[in-house]
C-alpha cells in the first residue's frame, strides 16, 4: 500500500499544472484539506465500498462507461482528480467550501464523473456514468459538494454529500450488486431523497497542500 501511495505521489508530481510548484502530500491520515489537484478515492460511508470506474460500458440506458462501487480500497481505478468547473477562478491547491460546484476526474480513462435521466441498471434510479475527456465536459459533469454537520471546507473525515447539478439526484450506492459486468461491486446512482446511503468520505489518495501553505501534513 505504502508503494502504490508513492507511486501516485510521483505521477501527480510530474502532472502538475506549471503554474503550482508546492509538492504533493500524501495523506493516510483524518483531517487532511482536500483541494483542487487532489488525487482521491470517494468512500461510501455505510458499506465502506470506493467509487470506481473502469472502461466496461453499461449494457442498457447511456451505454457509457459504468461507474460502481468496489468493495476494496487497494484498485488503481478508483482514484479520481478534483477539478473545479470551467469558468471558476479557482485554481490548483485551493480548498473547497460547501456549496461549491467541482468535477470529478477519473484518472485512469480521463472521463469524468457523469448523471443524466437515464435509468440505472439495477434499481431505475438515475444512472452515473463516466463521460467526456479533456477536452470534452458539460454540465452533466457539474455535481455540489455538501458537507455534513460542523465545517465549511472539505476535509478528509468530514461526510459530503455530491448532489448533481442537473438532474438534483444525490450521488447514492447501496447494497445491490452486480452479477455479470462488475460480480460483486454495488451499483452507484442518483436519487433524488436525502439518506445515509448518499453519505461519501474522502479516503486514499495524494492531497496537494492548500495554495495558502496552511494544509495539514501526514
Given at each position: 500500500m505504502a508503494l502504490s501511495f508513492l507511486g501516485l505521489a510521483i505521477f501527480l508530481f510530474f502532472s502538475l499544472d506549471s503554474d503550482f510548484s508546492a509538492s504533493p502530500v500524501s495523506a493516510v491520515s483524518e483531517g487532511v484539506e482536500v483541494t483542487y489537484g487532489s488525487v482521491i478515492k470517494l468512500m461510501?460511508?455505510?458499506?465502506?465500498?470506493?467509487?470506481?470506474?473502469?472502461?466496461?460500458p453499461y449494457g442498457s440506458g447511456s451505454g457509457q462507461q459504468s461507474v460502481t462501487g468496489f468493495p476494496t480500497g487497494d484498485d488503481s481505478n478508483s482514484y479520481w482528480t478534483v477539478k473545479p468547473v470551467p469558468g471558476?477562478?479557482?485554481?490548483?491547491?485551493?480548498?473547497i467550501k460547501s456549496?461549491?460546484?467541482?468535477?470529478?476526474?477519473?484518472?485512469?480513462?480521463?472521463?469524468?464523473?457523469?448523471?443524466?435521466l437515464h435509468a440505472s441498471p439495477i434499481s431505475g434510479n438515475l444512472?452515473?456514468?463516466c463521460f467526456g475527456g479533456d477536452a470534452q465536459s458539460d454540465t452533466g459533469d457539474h455535481w455540489k459538494l455538501e458537507i455534513e454537520g460542523k465545517g465549511t471546507t472539505w476535509r478528509q473525515d468530514q461526510k459530503v454529500r455530491l448532489q448533481h447539478v442537473d438532474t438534483g439526484g444525490y450521488l447514492h450506492s447501496h447494497d445491490k450488486k452486480y452479477q455479470r459486468i462488475a460480480g460483486g461491486q454495488q451499483e452507484v446512482c442518483g436519487v433524488k431523497?436525502?439518506?445515509r446511503d448518499n453519505i461519501w468520505l474522502a479516503a486514499e489518495g495524494v492531497y496537494l497542500p492548500s495554495s495558502d501553505g496552511k494544509a495539514e501534513s501526514s
Open positions: 461510501h460511508e455505510r458499506t465502506k465500498f470506493r467509487l470506481h470506474s473502469h472502461e466496461v471558476s477562478k479557482a485554481k490548483q491547491g485551493d480548498t456549496g461549491t460546484d467541482i468535477r470529478l476526474q477519473h484518472m485512469k480513462t480521463h472521463k469524468w464523473l457523469h448523471s443524466h444512472e452515473v456514468s431523497e436525502k439518506g
